[in-house]
């Protein structure tokens, strides 16, 4: 289904936009200090003001550490953000990831936990990187002849994320059961600290409001998926629980945030990073 909505989202971008994300360096840097220098702190902070069990924590601890997830691009589309900038930073976070999540984890839960970096290059190619491609392919080559298509993604893109959801709660059903309020009050409080300091930093250091609104998502969305993986193979089923909450929850946060900026468009969006 991502894939899908990807190369819808492909089809919608060009090469120009990607080029004017990478004469941006310093938004990228600032992107990758904010998912991996606030999310780490923030879940951290969290889970010591709560007396997390030590399982609770390093579950929470590696949703903080895992990079940007792909459902972001797909949120970030949907709230007519930079999708060049958005992919951008889920590749890059997801590449650094690579060497910080181990080094995060170990910095505050004094454990190394490998993280299995060929297979997450191979499923962000094949899930975000070849579909975004051949959209940008297919548009260049039919260009104005796609009018009709690219119309009909947006309704796609939100179909996708509502069954995505549904499947998602549907997978987790089992560890709904175990999970404590304060567990969900947990994950509601860590992505709300990644969109706002995502939104807020990008805000005062007087970026523009599309710049913001992808941020904001990029830092509160993250790759649960790797979280739970992680947690279930190094610190326990216990662990899992952040991640598995945080895999639903941040959907419904994200396609709620969604749905609320897309009928507000920003003011201040610029020419350089498109429709």
Known sequence: MLGLVMFGMGVTLTLDQFAAV??????????????????????????????????????????????????????????????????TLTTASTLAAVLLTPALTWLYLGERVPVPAIEMLISIAQ????????????????????GPVKAAFPLISVAAIVLIIAIIVALNAGNLVHVGLVVVIAVVLHNGIGLAAGYWSARLLGRDETTARTLAIEVGMQNSGLAVAL?????????????AVFSIWHNLSGAALASWWSRRPPSDHTPEQGK
Request: glycine fraction near 16%; hydrophobic fraction near 60%.
């Open 22 to 87: 990478l004469r941006r360096p310093g938004l990228v840097g600032l992107g990758l200090a904010l998912q991996f220098g606030v999310m780490p702190l923030a879940a951290w902070s969290i889970g010591m003001a709560m007396g997390f069990s030590p399982e609770l924590l390093a579950g929470l601890i590696l949703v903080g550490t895992a990079p940007g997830g792909t459902a972001s691009n797909v949120v970030c589309y949907l709230a007519k953000g930079d999708v060049a900038l958005s992919i």
């Open 127 to 146: 899930v975000v990187l070849a579909p975004v491609a051949l959209g940008l392919f297919v548009n260049q080559w039919l260009g104005a002849r796609m």
């Open 231 to 243: 947690a279930v193979k190094f610190f326990g089923p216990a662990a899992a629980l952040p991640g």
